[in-house]
């Protein structure tokens, strides 16, 4: 194994998304308990070849906010709370996520990944790809080790993954409305990994199976509702403080569902729609015309309501968790449900 990078402050950036709801204790324990993941996940990913090694830990060392382990830890504390096999259970889920950003940054050409060079830039895409698979592959062993019940999971997992990306790369079909399907695949991207890690935390940690099918079905709308925020923020993000690029998605062409919201307005006869539509469609390789495509949208109602549409999903999240006993953890996530669309970057 290769030196281990400086620790980062991981659990601070991960128990920030729960909105400093947990009592002191609680979030001192989640914080420490992250770095323990930390140490499980930089062991995971090691390799004897040491090129193996660099590619493997690249996207790792780069940043990240470890959601996903946060919600494991959270989660295990429906069950009999955190124990190393809860640590494992943590890491194979954010090697799953890390495994799929290899593979989605070299099918979005996408140039720079958290601040750095995205690993088909730096190696190729090859090189991308194949550490994509080294880190799925470990990840698989840590579900394992987990046992069957995880490795279950993961592989319905994956396989929605590949879908989401798939259906999302090939679009619609004749047949299909394009809010449905646009909605489908972000629950099959984003949903079914954050509805994983929430039932990896109930697994390893032996909790009542009678709990899992409801932080199934929260992580799930979760995974909906931050994607959604997304969309609003790509549209209303301040650039200079937050280091993203306002209208990237626009740039890129991704009909997000403001875009989506925009073109059906536009067929049912809405003008203001059809004139931003018009905007959106232009040539918006100049920075002028994406700003104004960028400032129509923005300004038009479809904004407000994609809004409404991440809080339905968050609502729904918090809804699917009436079954759980009330108490801290109930409310850290339904906080953190309210707080993916809330968040402003
Ligand atoms: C990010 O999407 C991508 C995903 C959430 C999932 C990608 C899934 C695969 C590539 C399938 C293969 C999976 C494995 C585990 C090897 P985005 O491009 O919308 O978001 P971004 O802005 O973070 O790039
Ligand atoms: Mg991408």
Redesign the pocket.
């Known amino acids: 194994m290769t030196s281990t990078s400086t620790p980062k402050n991981y659990g601070r950036l991960a128990l920030d998304a729960v909105g400093g709801s947990l009592s002191e204790e609680m979030t001192n324990m989640l914080v420490g308990e992250l770095q323990h993941v930390e140490t499980v996940l930089d062991a995971a990913a090691s390799q004897t070849s040491a090129f193996a090694d660099e590619t493997s830990h690249h996207l790792m060392r780069a940043g990240g906010k470890r959601v996903r382990p946060m919600l494991v830890l959270l989660c295990s504390q429906l069950g009999g709370g955190v124990s190393p096999r809860v640590h494992t259970a943590a890491a194979a889920v954010e090697l799953?996520?890390l495994?799929?950003?290899?593979?989605?940054?070299v099918?979005?050409e996408?140039p720079k990944?958290r601040g750095a060079l995205s690993a088909h830039e730096k190696w190729g895409n090859n090189v991308a790809i194949l550490t994509?698979?080294l880190?799925?592959a470990r990840?698989s062993q840590l579900s394992l080790e987990v046992g069957a019940e995880a490795m279950r999971v993961q592989a319905e997992t994956?396989e929605r993954?590949?879908l989401?990306?798939l259906h999302?790369f090939v679009g619609t079909t004749e047949s299909d409305d394009p809010i449905e399907h646009y909605l489908s695949v972000l629950a099959d991207?984003?949903g079914s990994?954050i509805s994983a890690s929430c039932q990896f935390g109930v697994i390893a940690s032996d909790g009542p199976a009678e709990l899992l099918p409801v932080v199934k079905e929260y992580g799930e709308a979760v995974g909906v509702a931050f994607?959604l925020a997304?969309d609003v923020i790509d549209l209303t993000v301040d650039g200079k403080d937050s280091g993203k690029t306002p209208g990237?998605d626009l740039r890129e062409g991704?009909a997000t569902l403001p875009v989506l919201l925009a073109r059906k307005a536009a067929q049912a006869g809405d003008e203001s729609a059809a004139e931003v539509v018009a905007k959106v469609d232009a040539d918006l390789t100049e920075d002028a015309a994406l700003e104004e495509a960028r400032q129509a949208l923005a300004g038009h109602e479809v904004l407000e309501q994609t809004r409404a549409e991440a809080r339905a999903w968050a609502d729904r999240a918090v809804e699917a968790l009436a079954p759980l006993p009330d108490g801290e953890i109930k409310d850290a996530l339904a906080t953190f449900a309210y707080g993916t669309v809330e968040r402003a970057r």
């Open positions: 799953v996520h495994a799929s950003l290899y593979h989605d940054d099918m979005d996408a990944r994509g698979d880190l799925f990840a994956f993954l590949v989401g990306q999302e991207k984003t990994l994607q997304d990237t991704v």
